[in-house]
């Protein structure tokens, strides 16, 4: 297999974006990613998306949105696997570039999530949990996340106030990001007092709905130094998957998916979570980013919410996590965020992360956790700047 | 990369299969080529499904159908290039045991969609057209389809016995074929006199709407050597891709996204055309399979429609084209039809073929033509007999 890296980033408007649809969205990305990395040619597209289906009546977007991108012909293939589409579409650029197959291949993300009601998402976003066993009795993510959330309150004492300290981290890293959808500070008496979803998550415990999509560049390491231009390597890849129902679990405080996914990139990559200086984790309730920071060994169970109300995973911290803003506050386009979660790595590796935001004493190795449902599956990567 | 190869193959059954759901249908496939392959370990799997969101409310097909095969755990991608799904999960498959990541791995489709009116199956499969500027204005794959076919006729001579003659010889295959959903014969006559769809296509010159799964088991050819198993060899694979909106074409008649995907794979395979005994193509309407057969180079252009109805793509003809009955008589589980085409292509490499169905003359070399949409992307595979 050949080395490869990320070569360049993109990003279109991410927010309540109506004057623009899929297809606007996803070139916007597309193009800035291009135009970064100063590439003139594609082998291929990986595209993350996972319900254009149901939001905006889409599918088949390797056609779509070659076409869109002026480059009808290129060989196209979408990937879904809810939350977690890419990750997998970034996973799989990877493979085909280390394969020999192709030299240069973008990874992408895209959802349009606002053209339809509240309603009409909160079902769209429920075809990621299982149709028969869940949704069918009335279930949906805020209601599994809660579960969840009360489970690890139970069996750690994981209290309100470490659920509130995620969001009020993310959202002063957010602050500083210019993509972020919801680039504001909240305190965590706003957090506590906010409008309850499902007890013990409030809607600021919950990422928004986005549109919105990001794209890298893929490429060998050899071609990235002929190139001159700065690049980060990826030194591991890994994917888990669980059962889909929550209630098939052994354990709901922890996300098995994301610890197979882990190990797998941690095995890939020769290296330990002792290695990495920082993470983009899968945020989509503050609950999961405190579950998923134990479920990749970097606490211990039970000790992911003491270290976020301690601040060691602030941007100053001993392990900052979501320097983004994260789901939280950067926004949530699903099929976009693993791929996001790329683009902020990429940035914060080669020391392009805009003022403020810049996590402190160069960090060399960074790793992105990706998930799918409520953790029925999970992607994970290592990347290390050259 | 390493020397790919097909092990073992399983299909669900096909048809209108209510008391099945996509679990069930999907699982059934992947155990028939678990058993059929005699492995007791998969490393992943790749699944094409073009849209279970919107036939089934349910997407994450990766933890779902990994979970109902008694492997929760398994890394799972799930695919999508609409009805090119299929050939595109196997691509993927293809991809990662070459590049050394995987050992065994599984390329899966599935489509459930009986479980919905004709009018929403309508509005699904629409939903691979381009929805703003085709499907809102009221465009459905009968019309795109019909408007390619009278292109034909106007430019080539193109004829009703032709298109006539593609959907008897596909019906005479499929009656020989115990997985068809359709295994029967049908007249010329019976064509030609069929209730009209969309001039000039009557439901004859149609495929149906199917319920069903197809599984491979993919991995190297040193250890499909060792296990002592029936093997054929990946030579080639090609993906293309085209506007997804028909009116955007050049020419309405070629199906060009077919084209650049064989050439690729051809060019990968060190092989031509001339090299290839039989086919299978993606017959999704009678206009199609003509069409792409003057596409990757069989035929002349216009040459197509004489060549059917002479006989040529018959069984005992010089390239038989759809020995399974194609997606007129076996049916067409849109995300299954492209890992069916290698199926069959397994069974008539290895001399499996049921009674009366097997090519004669123990061809060596086949391709697989998959197709998305009115042909806004393909996927085609070159395989050969050890």
């Known amino acids: 297999m050949r080395e490869v890296c990320v ?20 070139t916007q990305a597309a193009l800035n990613a291009i135009e970064k990395a100063g590439v003139d040619h594609l082998d ?18 390797a056609s779509l949105l070659t076409d869109y991108m002026g480059m009808p012909g290129l060989p196209g293939m979408r990937v879904e696997s809810a939350c977690a589409s890419g990750g997998l579409a970034f996973r799989l650029a ?47 993510f805020p209601g599994l996340y809660a579960m969840m959330a009360h489970a690890h309150m ?30 504001f500070e909240i305190s965590m008496d706003q957090v506590a007092k906010s409008v309850m979803i499902a007890d013990p998550l409030h809607i600021l415990d919950c990422s928004p709905i986005t549109d919105g999509a990001a794209a890298v560049i893929v490429t060998t390491v050899d071609i990235a130094k002929k190139m001159g231009k700065p690049y980060i390597k990826v030194l591991g890849s890994g994917v888990g998957t669980d059962t889909i129902a929550l209630a098939q679990r052994e354990d709901m405080t922890t996300i098995k998916a994301a610890t197979i996914a882990a190990d797998t990139a941690f095995k890939m990559a020769g290296k330990t979570i002792k290695d990495v200086n920082f993470a983009e984790l899968h945020d ?51 099929g976009a965020t693993g791929v996001a979660q790329i683009v902020e790595v990429y940035k914060q590796l080669t020391g392009q992360a805009e003022k403020g935001r810049q996590i402190p004493g160069s960090p060399k190795i960074a790793m992105t956790q990706n998930m799918g449902g409520s953790g029925g599956s999970s992607v994970v990567h290592i990347l290390e700047v050259a």
Chains 1, 2 share one sequence.
Request: with cysteine.
């Open 7 to 26: 070569i360049g980033v993109g990003m279109s408007k991410w927010g309540e974006v109506w004057r623009m649809s899929l297809r606007d969205l996803h």
């Open 44 to 61: 291929s597209l990986y595209v993350g998306c996972m319900s254009s289906g149901i939001f905006v009546g889409q599918e088949h977007l």
């Open 94 to 140: 990877f493979i085909e570039v280390a394969s020999g197959i192709s030299d240069m291949v973008m990874a992408s993300g895209v959802e349009k999530m606002t053209d339809c009601s509240g309603e009409e998402a909160t079902q769209a976003l429920a075809a990621a949990a299982d149709q028969e066993n869940e949704v069918f009795h009335g279930a949906t």
């Open 154 to 183: 139970a069996k750690y004492g994981t209290t309100r106030d470490m659920l509130s300290a995620v969001a009020v981290k993310n959202h002063s890293n957010g602050a500083k990001n210019p993509d972020a959808q919801y680039p």
């Open 284 to 334: 989509c309730f503050t609950i999961a980013e405190i579950a998923v920071s134990e479920s990749i060994g970097l606490f211990e169970p039970g000790q992911g919410g003491p270290a976020a109300l301690a601040g060691e995973t602030a941007l100053d911290g001993s392990f900052p996590i979501n320097s983004s803003g994260g789901l939280k506050s950067k926004g949530h386009p699903v």
